[in-house]
């Protein structure tokens, strides 16, 4: 059914229909809503036979999902930033026992400087710990996602987190068409796990692994990930057949037909970079872009096959790899080995910085004459960096970088942005 | 252990219960450590029984005299027998972990889990809560851990499964230190103990006074319906509590004292000397609590001075060096002392 409906509300139905048995719910801005939202439908009665538990950090509401997963009950959770950290151990660890936890990530910023706003620095930190990643590009998109997690993480027994960009999607109020439960009901079979604790046939989970064979479980990880390349493409296309739209895959390639340049990005950004892609285009540019959906596992193949015609890549990332540049466009490198493309990085929307179609033409068309940084940072305020390091150089004491950059900005009057930090 | 099928039943099918009689040997007639037929069946302890589960079985690689192997093996072989074999364990990780897991072999004969050192208890929660939704309220969860995984890293998970009065009971193995990585000071080492992160160096070496906490006191505090303490050195009384905690539902907590020999510097027999020391001084109180209300308690038959207790330990030999330590001595003396008067140990002292 069609409706208006906030992303977060939207994710919270999608994941009812598909009738999780337990929810682990802890509060962070920007993913409270959608457990609020799931909470609500288990009180109100929509949502039957789910354990809905509030806990007490993020770090037992991923591990009570741990338990409730192993005994067999499809499992929800989720979380964002820094309670994606706080739970950090768990994460790896839900991945090592093959737990299917599907998990929503509203991706946030991570501190210090304590930051509520989107980027997606929170979910790259924990991109290599076993947990397949999708990223949403719009709400329809972020609710059709977790019906196909759910499906993806069972068949596979590997947890699947569905970031989406917080604020820009959780608390978008968009037109999202949410199916109905028999639709839900005939796309994802009831869970039938590979692995359960059970008196009736007791086994031992979670056992010490020493060098004998900690590769070769590894490795298994590792090979679940290359089987979900076919996985995701499969059931994105079941989907589709079904529910009559394209949501999920791998990616998705926009006006990528004898373009030049394509530019390369995860989530909601995407939105942005199609309009200016539209714009240039009409002028004459041969631009085009692709939009990652599955991060891990990287689609290497498919990205090859839709960059290889093109000279150039302009990777836009929500993320920083400090000490590096790019995470993506690391990635977007290792799929084009033994090819030559030019690869920039741009770093964009650090923190909530709103990424403007302007800002990105005109780094588009500097990729475009070669005349861009391996890595440039959107907007960066130089004077303001310069500033600061001049005055680091002359000064010892020089006081906290955050503090001294709000004053440099704002004059004393920083006080207007603490303000806005009330919601963490 | 499953390699030697000389020592284990032939493999049942599926949907067969582990809890099937074991054939047992009575090789220790005549202790407390495996059973004593000249009791009567009600007296016996579940080990003496034909049909005890053995949810740990013989083979795992605990050190000789490991208090915490038997503790767990007389918990749980107690809870199994209370849930007729319906039960799932859930494991911190910790000498008990280790020590019945060495890839590819396992000890327990029930079904169990192990996540992470802090997260048994938020685990446990998991399992009792998908046992829930499943209708199959007839499983029961034991959560499990050790001093270190209780009382500091598990700590939030703890107190939030207790505040939830979530369905699970926490069976805490303290054996005073962390005893998997080496013997460092958890927040439940004694004062005065010599462990590898407070040396028995300097002036007052070992461990300071003044620093630690009661965990049994602070799960009171949380008002769940059930919290005990439990000794190796009463195993019938242990596994009298356990029995009890699994005939009640809701949060519940048995904090168990689990001598090692190890971490202690005590010979591997003397584990359950120490424990009824520690029991016998007033060191280690026996008591049971209902909904925050100390409930029972176990009288001190025959009291004995701390010293009895510390000085076959080589963690506190420094306290007897030369004239021996008398001002730290006595200090301790005066924690069993408050012990005996807070709880009321001792016939003739109400508390
Ligand atoms: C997060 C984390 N920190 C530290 C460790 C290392 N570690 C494993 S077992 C252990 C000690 C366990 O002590 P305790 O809980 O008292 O159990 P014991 O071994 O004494 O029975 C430690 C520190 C770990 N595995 N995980
Ligand atoms: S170190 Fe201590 S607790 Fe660990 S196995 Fe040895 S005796 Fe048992
Ligand atoms: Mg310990």
Redesign the interface.
């Known amino acids: 059914m069609l409706k208006q409906t906030e992303g977060s509300q939207a994710v919270a139905e999608a994941v009812a229909l598909s009738r999780p048995e337990v929810v682990c719910a802890y509060p962070i801005t920007p993913q409270t809503h959608i457990v609020e939202g799931v909470g609500a439908l288990v009180k109100a009665g929509t949502l039957k036979n789910c354990e809905f538990i509030n806990v007490e950090s993020e770090f037992a509401a991923l591990s009570v999902a741990i338990g409730s997963s192993a005994a067999g009950a499809r499992t929800y959770t989720a979380t964002a930033s820094q309670g994606l950290l706080f739970m950090a151990e768990a994460v790896y660890n839900a991945a090592g026992l093959g737990l299917p936890i599907v998990m929503t990530v509203g991706n946030r910023a991570i501190g210090a400087p304590i930051n509520i706003w989107n980027d997606q620095t929170d979910s790259m930190a924990l991109k290599d710990s076993g947990w397949i990643q999708l990223h949403a590009e719009t709400n329809q998109e972020a609710a059709d996602l977790h019906i196909q997690a759910f499906r993806l993480a069972e068949m596979l027994s590997c947890p699947v987190m569905v970031c989406m960009d917080g604020f820009i999607l959780t608390h978008a109020y968009e037109r999202v068409d949410i199916p109905t439960q028999e639709e839900v009901d005939a796309f994802l079979p009831p869970f039938e796990p590979v692995q359960v604790v059970d008196p009736a046939e007791p086994y031992s989970i979670g056992a010490m692994v020493g060098p004998d064979a900690f590769t070769e479980v590894r490795y298994l990880a590792h090979h679940k990930q290359l089987r979900a390349l076919d996985l995701i493409p499969e059931i994105a296309e079941d989907f589709e057949a079904r529910f009559g739209r394209k949501s999920g895959g791998l990616l998705h390639t926009y006006r990528t037909e004898g373009a030049d340049t394509i530019v390369v990005a995860l989530g909601s950004v995407n939105g942005t970079i199609k309009d200016v892609i539209d714009a240039m285009r009409d002028d004459g540019h041969k631009i085009g872009c692709v939009a990652v959906c599955s991060f891990r596992p990287f689609p290497l193949e498919a990205l090859r096959d839709a960059l290889h015609d093109a000279l150039r890549i302009v990777c836009v990332e929500k993320s920083l790899a400090i000490g590096i540049g790019g995470v993506l466009a690391s990635a977007v490198r290792m799929s084009l080995r033994r090819l030559y493309r030019e690869v920039f990085t741009v770093v964009a929307g650090l923190g909530g910085r709103p990424i403007t179609r302007a800002s990105l033409r005109d780094v588009f068309e500097r990729a475009e004459a070669e005349a861009l940084d391996d890595v440039t940072f959107l907007d960066l305020n130089w004077e303001v960096v310069n500033a600061h390091l001049a005055r680091a150089r002359e000064v010892r004491k020089s006081g906290p970088i955050a503090e001294n950059i709000l004053k440099a900005m704002h004059g004393e009057e920083g006080a207007e942005i603490e303000e806005a930090e009330a919601g963490e | 252990m499953t390699t030697d099928p000389a020592k284990t039943e032939p493999a049942v099918g599926?949907?067969a219960?582990?809890t099937a009689p074991q054939k047992v040997r009575f090789y220790q007639t005549g202790t407390h450590t495996v059973g004593n037929r000249l009791l009567d069946d009600a007296q016996r302890t579940v080990q003496a029984s034909m049909d005890r589960s053995n949810a740990i079985t013989s083979g795992h690689r605990a050190c000789q005299g490991c208090g915490e192997a038997l503790g767990a093996r007389y918990a749980l072989d107690a809870a199994m027998m209370a849930t007729e074999?319906?039960?799932?364990a859930?494991?911190a990780t910790g000498c008990l972990?280790?020590f019945t897991?060495?890839?590819?072999e396992?000890s327990?004969?029930?079904?169990?889990?192990?996540?992470?050192f802090?997260?048994a208890p938020?685990?446990?929660?998991?399992?009792?809560?998908?046992?829930?939704?499943?209708g199959r309220d007839n499983?029961r969860v034991v959560a499990q851990g050790g001093d270190g995984g209780t009382v500091d890293i598990g700590f939030?998970?703890l107190?939030?499964m207790f505040?939830?009065n979530d369905d699970v009971l926490y069976i805490c193995y303290d054996n005073e230190a962390y005893m998997n990585t080496g013997v460092q000071r958890s927040s439940a080492t004694p004062p005065a103990a010599r462990t590898a992160t407070t040396p028995a160096l300097g002036d007052e070496p070992g461990n300071v006074f003044g620093t630690g906490k009661n965990l049994p006191l602070i799960a009171m505090a949380h008002n769940i319906p059930y919290v005990a303490t439990a000794s190796v050195a009463d195993l019938h009384d242990l596994e009298r509590k356990v029995t009890k905690a699994m005939g009640i539902h809701g949060a519940r907590y048995i904090h168990i004292m689990v001598p090692c020999p190890l971490g202690w510097g005590a010979a591997s027999n003397d584990t359950m000397k120490l424990a009824r020391l520690a029991v016998q001084s007033g060191i280690f109180p026996l008591f049971e609590a209902e909904h925050g209300e100390v409930k029972a308690v176990q009288k001190i038959r025959r009291k004995v001075p701390v010293a009895d207790y510390l000085k076959p330990q080589k963690r506190f030999a420094h306290l007897f060096k030369g004239e021996g330590d008398v001002a730290r001595l006595a200090a301790i003396q005066r924690m069993a002392d408050a012990n005996i008067k807070r709880f009321g140990l001792l016939d003739g002292e109400d508390r």
Do not use: F, M
Request: net charge positive.
């Open positions: 599926a949907g219960q582990q074999g319906q039960l799932i859930v494991n972990e280790v897991t060495p890839y590819p396992t327990w004969q029930i079904p169990w889990l192990h996540s992470l802090g997260n938020a685990v446990a929660t998991g399992v009792a809560a998908a046992l829930r939704v499943k499983v939030g998970c107190s939030g505040e939830r």
